[in-house]
């Protein structure tokens, strides 16, 4: 099983930056990806960054330039680097990890969520 803790969020002005970490039990497998998925109130969830096992990245479009994810495996932890934030980033943050090799870990795996809101 793998386990997904999050952490940081929480209130912020427009323009300003925020950080969340996940740590996570995956990074001693060989083949996963983990990122972050949001939700905003009466929207769906939206993929906003992902790295790989093999160190590559992808972002949503309305975030690219912004926002940073980057693995550190020493400390078992993704981070999510947001700056110049905006109201519209406001959502639930989900840490989210897919496990894609064969064996008792692979799966799709959540976290329970962390509050983000941006407003002046």
């Known amino acids: 099983q793998v386990q997904l803790v999050e952490s940081g969020g929480g209130l912020v002005q427009p323009g300003g930056s925020l950080r969340l970490s996940c740590a996570a039990s995956?990074?001693?497998?060989?083949?996963?990806?983990i990122g972050w998925v949001r939700q905003a109130p009466g929207k769906e969830r939206e993929l906003v960054a992902r790295i790989t096992s093999g160190g590559s990245t992808n972002y949503a479009d309305s975030v690219k330039g912004r926002f940073t994810i980057s693995a550190d495996i020493a400390k078992n932890t993704v981070n999510l680097q947001m700056n110049s934030l905006k109201p519209e980033d406001t959502a639930v943050y989900y840490c989210?990890?897919?496990?894609?090799?064969?064996?008792?870990?692979?799966?799709?795996?959540w976290g329970q969520g962390i509050q983000v809101t941006v407003s002046s």
């Open positions: 989210n990890a897919l496990v894609v090799q064969f064996g008792p870990s692979r799966g799709d795996y």
């Open positions: 995956v990074f001693d497998l060989d083949y996963y990806a």
